[in-house]
T-cell receptor, first 112, second 111 residues
Framework: DAGITQSPRHKVTETGTPVTLRCHQT?????MYWYRQDPGHGLRLIHY???????DKGEVSDGYSVSRSKTEDFLLTLESATSSQTSVYFC???????????FGDGTRLSIL | SQQGEEDPQALSIQEGENATMNCSYK?????LQWYRQNSGRGLVHLIL?????REKHSGRLRVTLDTSKKSSSLLITASRAADTASYFC???????????FGKGTHLIIQP
């Protein structure tokens, strides 16, 4: 398995609180991605990174920000969580574009 | 919006039978990928087929791609109980941005 660790694995928090999810890789892959998975929607891209300090928005980026200060870590932040952000969040990595992605086991986030 | 759409949404077959899932997409692609997801786990890459390829095999998996019809199929032969999972197709434009996933097919293999 690709060396990807997501933390925390589960989190319950209240509306309006800030939340940060972490994705850590040991593969030294250039590209990192955050997706959310919701019933009836499949996986949707939130943000992605193509290098240290290089990030861009995905399909559903509103309400989320990311940071990548070093190759191995990609952080996803919900500045003020809303109930609509209750979801399962997946991080993925890949060595180069047009190659397969490798996924972490996800973070189940509940916003009450 | 979703790029890929899998069909059927759910499929239940007997162990030993073949399972076929279809995927349709809307825009041009660099490649198309299939992933499996077991309950509560992340996605696992199964196979990648490039836009200039028509068919690809990996073990009991066979993937076809028809770019003129913007469709792909995944065939799992001689199914096993362990194949029970959700299967997703994902299109890749070849750039730095991520994959665009369909909503998946939930496959149940009855022992």
């Amino acid at each position: 398995d690709a060396g990807i660790t997501q933390s925390p694995r589960h989190k319950v928090t209240e509306t309006g609180t800030p939340v940060t999810l972490r994705c850590h890789q040991t593969e030294n892959h250039r590209y990192m991605y955050w997706y959310r998975q919701d019933p009836g929607h499949g996986l949707r891209l939130i943000h992605y990174s193509y290098g240290v300090k290089d990030t861009d928005k995905g399909e559903v980026s509103d309400g989320y920000s990311v940071s990548r200060s070093k190759t191995e870590d990609f952080l996803l932040t919900l500045e003020s969580a809303t109930s609509s952000q209750t979801s399962v969040y997946f991080c993925a990595i890949r060595r180069q574009a047009d190659q397969p992605q490798h996924f972490g086991d996800g973070t189940r986030l509940s916003i009450l | 919006s979703q790029q890929g759409e899998e069909d059927p949404q759910a499929l239940s077959i007997q162990e030993g039978e073949n399972a076929t899932m279809n995927c349709s997409y809307k825009t041009s692609i660099n490649n198309l990928q299939w992933y499996r997801q077991n309950s509560g786990r992340g996605l696992v890459h199964l196979i990648l087929i490039r836009s200039n390829e028509r068919e690809k095999h990996s073990g009991r998996l066979r993937v076809t791609l028809d770019t003129s019809k913007k469709s792909s199929s995944l065939l799992i032969t001689a199914s096993r109980a362990a194949d029970t999972a959700s299967y997703f197709c994902a299109t890749d434009g070849g750039g730095a941005d991520g994959l665009t996933f369909g909503k998946g097919t939930h496959l149940i293999i009855q022992p």
